[in-house]
């Protein structure tokens, strides 16, 4: 699969397993030492996927004996191996409890090795909030399988029917004899064993968990607040150079004519020009920097034919015909049947993904073998892009993934880990690239700039009688209408990855919860105005056009903590309200803001959210995802906007492009909806999609003021005002 491939497919609301296993069982011995190894074949109905095991759509199929995920070694610690990465959202700490949980192991005897090429199963990568709802099944189910196997061997061992033993904290006891007993790390001792159970594994229920749903802190927290977390430009190997690129003034620019000699009369400056990739490398990053400085280029750069500010009628010229995604009813019938009437239209700006650690990546070569260590969201993705570039076989690249300052589906197209490549084979030594921030805005993929147009109506009683919905280059994810409405149709132009070539002035990508952000701020807005429109309090109105029990769940959940008392809009109270489902997780949140309107500020005091996201695995993690998602969705909703002029990225840094500050930050309550009939679902996006319209449905609310467009600026809100 390449590249485009896997990122089209992660980004829709994936539920397909067959994309995670690729790595044969005896690559996998020959990684790994000793300890026990359990091999399982693919439980079809375990994973809810028919179709697992076939190939399709030029990918391979699964196995037929899926490889190990995880090894007991000699001294009974247990090692899980996924091409999941850390990136600050938790799986270092969830994954193990789930291993833990179903394999009857202490935690603390529980360690995780993630993206690692060379010793973890191949994996597309982390994004779309995956890692609990899709590879957590299979984790658990390795565990739950090595359980059985290791209750086969001490039954051997012990001279016991197995029926009965028991396992608890890395044991295997005898009932009727409690000193007849023997360690996992016992049975594992100078063994290599692998064995098949003839009975699938059954996985725990959640009345009998100990271990998951557990509240535990992040088991890296005290390395990362400390400085001992170690991020790809902290990695250092003798010998190095660190790399200053050329990088054009604009997308699109040609290099007309180029002198590179001032740089190479710098001392321990060494020039390389491979192609279109011409950089400066020496010992010391800050003599790299002034040796790339002194060289002499002329580019040729196309004439802008549109801005930030013309964006939006340029999308609408180029944007394809619409694709329909949903429909029912009748549109015209339920125009009649309709009391009031409303149109509206929505935009939202291009977004910077704005990572804490900008991208970064080290190679080093030695003979036929490559060793890089990268900030990437897809490590094999990124071992595929490393070996086409210098020409070597996929299996001589070895991809490390440290920890990842960040990434939102930013860290995906690998572009620093094939420089880092290039120039190390150029050189003959090992090569650090790391961007400066100006390089992160101008190779950023940014969150599409995009429009929904929407038509609705409601009746006499309060009820949605018709929903009629475009969205443009934003994507399909978020766009399907979850309230009761008969008549209905939902269509999209240009997916959320860019549609046509000539849609946008530099390349986009998913950003956190890809699409949903500009589809939920469209909806809610528009709920919040039908609501208005009809006379009703928002909450009232929305539970009045529910059926869908876990969103009634939840957005009840929300009113109660919050202690929502019922008003009509717009009560002078700024009281927002929003509603969404991300990664197959419910949210509802309530906010409170307060506006300037001599100013047109906004300062969000309060918010309150309830998100349903099936079995939790660890209620600490999800509420800390659920206060990161509000409290970088403030940015989004309220200031954050790339400004460029064709091919001209404007913005560079934080002087221009502005994040949400800790005085920004509002009194966060979260609520984890109790659901343990539903399997366990993402919690890293959810919250996140609710804030646009949340904040804008509660500047409404407070001031009469109704913003169509994100970021809700200063300037658009003062504007806004007259017309309340």
């Known amino acids: 699969m390449n590249t485009n491939d896997f990122l089209a497919a ?93 394999l009857d192991a202490p935690l603390d005897m529980v360690d995780i090795v993630m993206g690692d090429t060379d010793q973890c199963p191949w994996d597309m990568g982390t994004f779309g909030s995956m890692t609990t709802r899709i590879f957590g099944p299979v984790l658990r189910a390795m565990a739950a399988e090595a359980r059985g196997v290791l209750l086969e061997l001490a039954a051997e061992q012990l001279k016991v029917p197995q029926t009965q033993l028991v396992t608890q904290d890395g044991v295997v006891s005898d009932q009727q004899d409690p000193k007849n007993k023997i360690s996992y790390g016992q049975l594992a001792k100078g063994q290599k064993i692998t064995r098949h159970l003839q009975t699938k594994p059954v996985l725990k229920d959640p009345s009998q968990f100990k271990i998951v749903g557990k509240p535990l802190t992040h088991r890296d927290g005290e390395a990362k607040v400390t400085g001992k977390a170690h991020y790809a430009a902290d990695i250092r190997v003798p010998g190095m150079l660190y790399a200053k690129i050329l990088r054009p003034p604009a997308h699109n620019a040609t290099l007309k004519s180029v002198d590179t000699a001032p740089a190479k009369a710098v001392p321990g400056a060494q020039v390389i020009q491979d192609g279109d990739l011409i950089a400066v490398l020496h010992e010391l990053p800050d003599m790299a920097e002034a040796a790339l400085a002194k060289i002499k280029a002329e580019w040729d750069t196309p004439a802008a034919t549109y801005d930030d500010k013309t964006v939006f009628d340029h999308l609408q010229s180029v944007a394809p015909p619409p694709r329909t995604m949903a429909h029912g009813g009748d549109l015209d019938a339920g125009k009649k049947s309709a009391a009031k009437n409303f149109e509206a239209t929505y935009l939202n700006a291009y ?104 038509s609705s109506g409601v009746d006499a009683a309060g009820k949605m009688a018709f929903w009629d919905y475009d969205v443009y280059f934003a994507g399909e994810r978020g766009a399907a209408q979850f309230y009761t409405v008969p008549n209905h149709r939902t269509a999209s132009r ?59 769940r939840v957005l009840k959940a929300a009113a109660d903590k919050f202690g929502w008392k019922p008003a009509k809009s717009p009560s002078k109270r700024g009281l927002g309200v929003a509603c969404g489902i991300d990664a197959g997780s419910y949210v509802a949140a309530i906010a409170e803001v307060a506006v300037d309107t001599d100013k047109g500020t906004v300062q969000v005091k309060r918010v309150v959210c309830a998100q349903d996201m099936g079995v939790v695995i660890n209620p600490e993690g999800a509420k800390i995802q659920m206060e990161g998602c509000v409290t970088m969705g403030l940015g989004y909703a309220l200031t954050e906007e790339v400004h460029f002029k064709g091919g001209q990225v404007l913005d560079t840094n934080y002087d221009t492009y502005k994040l949400p500050r800790f005085s920004w930050v509002p009194e966060i309550e979260t609520v984890l909806v109790k659901n343990n009939e539903t399997p366990p679902q993402g919690g890293g996006e ?34 806004a005002l007259p017309k309340a």
């Not at 996998?28 to 095991?53: C, D, P, S, T, Y």
């Not at 240009?494 to 390349?507: E, K, L, T």
């Not at 996140?688 to 658009?716: F, S, W």
Request: with cysteine; hydrophobic share 40%; aromatic share 10%.
């Open 10 to 102: 992660n980004f829709r609301d994936i539920h397909s397993y067959e994309d995670f296993f690729t790595s044969s069982r005896r690559d996998f011995l020959k990684r790994v030492g000793g300890g026990i190894f359990i091999f399982m074949a693919i439980n079809e109905a375990l994973l809810g996927q028919e179709e697992a095991a076939r190939p399709r759509g030029g990918r391979p199929g699964l196995p037929s004996d899926f490889n190990a995920f995880l090894r007991i070694g000699e001294d009974g610690r247990v090692t899980c191996f996924t091409g999941k990465i850390e990136m600050g959202q938790g799986p270092i700490t969830s994954l193990p409890q789930e291993v833990a949980e179903e």
């Open 351 to 454: 977004v910077s993904h704005s990572p804490m650690e900008p991208h970064a990546a080290l190679c080093q070569i030695e003979g036929d073998k490559a060793t890089v260590w990268a900030s990437t969201q897809n490590p094999f993705g990124a071992r595929g892009q490393v070996a086409e570039a210098i020409g070597f076989p996929a299996e001589q690249v070895r991809v490390i993934t440290p920890y990842v300052g960040g990434g939102f589906g930013g860290k995906t197209n690998n572009r620093e880990a094939v420089e880092a490549a290039r120039l190390a084979k150029a050189a003959g030594k090992p090569v650090q690239v790391m961007w400066s921030r100006e390089e992160e805005f101008f190779y950023d993929t940014f969150r599409p700039a995009a429009i929904v147009k929407i």
């Open 494 to 552: 240009g997916s959320g990855f860019g549609g046509p070539a000539s849609a946008h002035p530099f390349a986009t990508g998913a950003w956190r919860a890809p699409g949903n952000n500009t589809n939920t701020f469209a909806r809610e807005s528009h709920i919040d105005i039908m609501a208005a429109g009809a006379g009703m309090d928002p909450v009232e109105f929305r539970l009045n056009n529910l059926s869908d029990p876990r969103m009634i």
């Open 686 to 719: 959810p919250a996140i999609i609710l804030m646009g319209a949340l904040v804008a449905n509660a500047v409404y609310d407070a001031a009469g003021a109704r913003l169509y467009q994100l970021p809700m600026t200063p300037e658009r809100i003062k504007a």
